[in-house]
């Protein structure tokens, strides 16, 4: 077990994400946010909670606003999840599948941001393969016009970590006694980074990060959390496990990537290895699940199981920050 | 010819399509539908017929409903004609293309529905091409989310064989006194299974099968039709004639994909081929043509083709079918 | 330098694109537009033109209404700016991306238009690789069903002629005055044809025309305009200067696509390039820009750019075409 100190002082505030008095212009990443303001979008997330057995929530507050969902990495979930959530609050939404279309014959990626700007689209959900692309676009973009990072590289991808947030508060208000364990390939993660930030300034108690020696993360990444190599003393008395998926595509050597077998048996979320937790210990994954391999059949549909949950409340948190963002940029624009 | 008989009963009901009270939860396949409901659902469809100068009709029935495209094998023509179901009856629509983007990610079918019923997607609009996939989602679903099958392998095509069964009705509302006879490729059709099971069900008088001897279909799929191998029999005193696509991606054995000009001379829908038939004598075909090989530019585009009204119907088909499922699970959500 | 002289007389009206009390029933190309007519179009684009620190304009006028996107060439630009012009008209919108789909299983595209018109789509927004394609689909519609050309071959490309019009218009009313010079591969640019159309029709004092030997047209594409080999003697005194996007994929002979560098060095809009331009020249380019070739970074963002200006009043543009189409065809239904 080794402890992880952050190398670099944390970005001190953060002038781009935020107005001067606090709002929400852009979600580039959660490891600046204040934490009041974590919270604000969380507590409103939870207004678009619908009973199950209801229809979705919806709402008229972005009527005659213009999503566009720019994905330069091929997406069906989260752009799902965006489309839906924009839908339900009454927005027009533009699907540019920038990965297929070979970034439209060569433009750069700020001139297809300027032309979607001139065509007024307010909000951009941005996915792209390389780092600091939405902070980029967030820098050119005139006032009016918000910025939604959708996944950036290994750095960050900030929805996830607040519907990871969300979702382990409604299970577990009693955030500051919580032990979370993250497992899996944590050097590639960009969902692992942002649920480490997320939890991080909500206050838990604990943060373990396990991983197979090859997949684990530089030690700056993961400021006060602990490292470790074997399941078993990552998940001892854990209230949260949060399995993550094997991503090849991101793994360079190939002789990193585990198999998938020894894998299972050692990392893989089972009855077995989550002996050492918490009784109640509950389990997560981001999806899309690799059945049998990070988490078996019996642990992943069972009622100590987060899953669907995580996925639901995905929409309702983008549909709030959907709407924050909007807000801020009406109060900009006057 | 050959008079096919039934291997096995027809399914005796179908729990899982009908409530117990007889209303459509999910639409899977026609066999075990009661004749009752089969007519129900094309009167329902009739009201969404409006005068083809009039603009489309529409509804508001299923605004704040998500419809999701959920269509694991490509289709243009289904896919719009859902969606444009979907939009007029203001539900959001969510096209997923999974074709294209290699199911998610190795996502197994069922996390994916999972998935997307967390994100309170209201009915699913599913195509695959194996067999059985409709009905497993269907078992999987909660209370409150329908299945439509929108084309399931060579095995069935539901919202087809309703459409064809509209249109056949609505030009000769004498559906009981009717020979019918249906052209082509019948061992790999979909569309043919359930434009029969439609015309079984509504008690024409005679069906009809015409195809080579390679594309012939298996004896227990086609019970008390009639099987030819030469279109003169099978077209006689005929009322009306379906023409089918030649589905070269559907037959293994490439020896059995037909000459064209040869199946055009043979089987090719033509005033001279049909010569034999009614001389009021009206012909369809799913779409879309191969003109030329299955049907001859006259033919398609004379005063007896009823091609263009299928096309026309299938939309209020799959209006009346939204609608239907979506007032049944209101009642089973309460 | 020489003057290009008209080999055939302009198209002596076009009975398919007005009805013959001179209302818009298709937009299929602008050569024989009147000039009354093309003004009326810009004259209702301005209706929907907002200040950009405004939400885009709505309008309710096309609820109800379906538009097909029906794209047998790829295209992310126009067919986003058609689908935003499209739904905040209210209209319902189907995009199809025939390009990908092998043009729906080898149906032809009449057959896929009379499929689309069955579904009862109003208005189809077509682009094709071949030429005459718009023109064929507009013939075979029904009174009611309108058709938009976006981007026909290397022949026209109606819509971006008028959004380049409007922003000239825009910039500088005194349209009778001005000297256009258009730069680049004059070859193979529907860009070029529909601008130097538009901009006749609307009359303005003098048309240039600058290319590579390689990439000039032929004499009678351009009744009335000079050709020049060098840049400076096209630019000379110009008040406005196009770039045109160099498109290696409709040059047939690889040997005539220019070196990048030298042609930004003979022919890139740059500030030294445009020294003997007016002082107060415009500088304008359709995108997607290749920068650096085309146009340098310093031109392209400069004041006297036109760039974003033209991409926003596309969508205006297009607006006003869809809302005139319909008008126009509801008169005819009647």
Same mark, same amino acid.
């Given at each position: 077990m080794t402890t992880l100190?952050?190398?670099?002082?944390?970005?001190? $505030?953060?002038?781009?994400?935020c107005t001067p008095d606090g709002r929400l212009r852009h979600l580039l990443s959660l490891r600046s946010l204040p934490r009041e303001l974590l919270f604000d979008?969380?507590?409103?997330?939870?207004?678009?909670?619908?009973?199950?057995?209801e229809p979705a929530v919806r709402s008229t507050t972005l009527a005659g606003r213009t999503i566009a969902n720019l994905f330069f990495e091929p997406s069906t979930r989260t752009r799902a999840s965006f489309e839906l959530a924009a839908k339900r609050l009454s927005a027009d939404v533009l699907n540019l599948d920038v990965s297929t279309s070979s970034r439209i014959k060569g433009e750069s990626i700020l001139d297809t941001m300027?032309?979607?700007q001139a065509m007024q689209c307010d909000v951009f959900v941005v996915r792209d393969a390389?780092? $600091? #692309?939405?902070?980029? &676009?967030?820098?050119?973009?005139?006032? $009016? #016009?918000? &910025?939604?990072?959708?996944g950036e590289a290994s750095v960050s991808h900030p929805t996830q970590g607040l519907l990871d947030l969300l979702t382990i508060r409604r299970a577990r208000p009693d955030l500051e006694s919580l032990k979370v364990c993250i497992v899996g390939d944590i050097a590639h993660s960009r969902v692992a980074r942002s649920a480490a930030e997320a939890l991080t300034i909500a206050g838990i108690s604990e943060l373990r990060l396990v991983a197979p020696k090859a997949l684990q993360p530089e030690a700056s990444a993961f400021p006060g959390a602990t490292l470790h190599s074997d399941l078993a003393s990552g998940v001892a008395e854990a209230d949260?496990?949060?399995a993550l998926r094997i991503q090849r595509e991101r793994i360079d050597d190939a002789g990193d990537i585990?198999?998938?077998s020894d894998y299972a048996r050692r990392f893989g979320?089972?009855?077995?290895?989550?002996?050492?937790?918490?009784?109640? #210990?509950?389990?997560?994954?981001?999806?899309?699940?690799?059945?049998?391999?990070?988490?078996?059949?019996?642990?992943?549909?069972?009622?100590?199981?987060?899953i669907t949950e995580q996925v639901r409340n995905g929409v309702a948190v983008r549909m709030a920050l959907l709407e924050m963002v909007t807000e801020t940029h009406l109060g900009l624009r006057r």
């Open positions: 100190q952050a190398t670099s002082p944390a970005d001190a $505030g953060d002038a781009i994400q979008i969380l507590d409103r997330a939870e207004r678009f909670l619908a009973d199950t057995s300027y032309t979607l390389a780092a $600091g #692309v939405p902070r980029m &676009i967030a820098h050119a973009v005139r006032d $009016g #016009v918000a &910025i939604l990072n959708a949260v496990v949060m585990p198999d998938p979320l089972s009855a077995a290895n989550l002996a050492p937790a918490s009784p109640n #210990v509950l389990v997560m994954h981001p999806g899309p699940m690799n059945r049998g391999i990070e988490i078996d059949d019996a642990t992943a549909d069972s009622a100590r199981s987060l």
